[in-house]
């Protein structure tokens, strides 16, 4: 049973092409906390499921997809806005507070980014996404040495030829 919930979830959760705002990797959903107690179904009632790992996860990617769609539009305004909802109904997930180092940052909000990424970092330490996007963030402060060590573990995770690392050295390049 455990192997099968395992396998759907893999399915629910990949993606072919993985976007630099992921870890590279799924990461397992956080289930939201219940609102109220449910009540105990009497013998008549046929019992129904609550909020299953499945359908979190769908519910995340579902609302991640959206946001997406937000970011690719530059509405970066509203994208934040769905992305702070998105973290109070699935805290700590690195590939939100990853986003919302993102759209800081195109907000140019760089403080409030830097932290988003630090908690994405804390999450995942090996976040392709989130160590590309703090690498270009410190390219923006002036911190040459740092996104290099950005670059440097990102190479030692995905290659010289992944997307994360090809773009994070891009931008050193230009600077």
């Given at each position: 049973?455990r192997?099968l919930?395992?396998?759907?979830?893999?399915?629910?959760l990949?993606?072919?092409?993985?976007?630099a705002?992921?870890?590279?990797?799924?990461?397992?959903?956080?289930?939201?906390?219940?609102?109220?107690?449910t009540p105990?179904p009497?013998?008549?009632?046929?019992?129904?499921a609550?909020s299953t790992?499945?359908?979190?996860?769908k519910?995340?990617?579902?609302?991640?997809g959206?946001?997406?769609?937000l970011v690719?539009?530059?509405?970066f305004?509203?994208?934040k806005t769905?992305?702070e909802?998105?973290?109070?109904?699935?805290p700590?997930?690195?590939?939100?507070?990853?986003l919302l180092?993102?759209?800081?940052?195109k907000?140019?909000?760089?403080?409030?980014?830097?932290?988003?990424?630090?908690?994405?970092l804390?999450?995942?330490?090996?976040?392709l996404g989130?160590?590309?996007?703090?690498?270009e963030?410190?390219?923006?402060?002036?911190?040459?040495?740092?996104?290099k060590?950005?670059?440097?573990?990102?190479?030692?995770?995905?290659?010289s030829?992944c997307?994360q690392?090809?773009d994070?050295?891009?931008?050193?390049?230009?600077?």
């Amino acid at each position: 049973m455990r192997l099968l919930l395992a396998a759907l979830l893999s399915i629910v959760l990949f993606t072919p092409a993985q976007a630099a705002d992921t870890g590279g990797a799924p990461q397992p959903a956080t289930t939201p906390k219940p609102a109220a107690t449910t009540p105990t179904p009497t013998p008549s009632q046929t019992p129904t499921a609550s909020s299953t790992p499945i359908t979190t996860a769908k519910s995340l990617a579902t609302q991640l997809g959206a946001i997406r769609e937000l970011v690719a539009a530059q509405n970066f305004a509203s994208a934040k806005t769905a992305l702070e909802q998105a973290d109070q109904q699935f805290p700590n997930n690195a590939d939100v507070n990853n986003l919302l180092g993102f759209v800081n940052r195109k907000l140019k909000m760089y403080s409030q980014s830097a932290t988003y990424y630090t908690k994405a970092l804390k999450i995942d330490p090996n976040h392709l996404g989130a160590l590309e996007y703090q690498g270009e963030l410190f390219i923006i402060q002036k911190k040459t040495a740092l996104a290099k060590k950005n670059l440097d573990k990102l190479k030692k995770l995905c290659g010289s030829s992944c997307e994360q690392y090809l773009d994070l050295k891009k931008v050193i390049d230009k600077k």
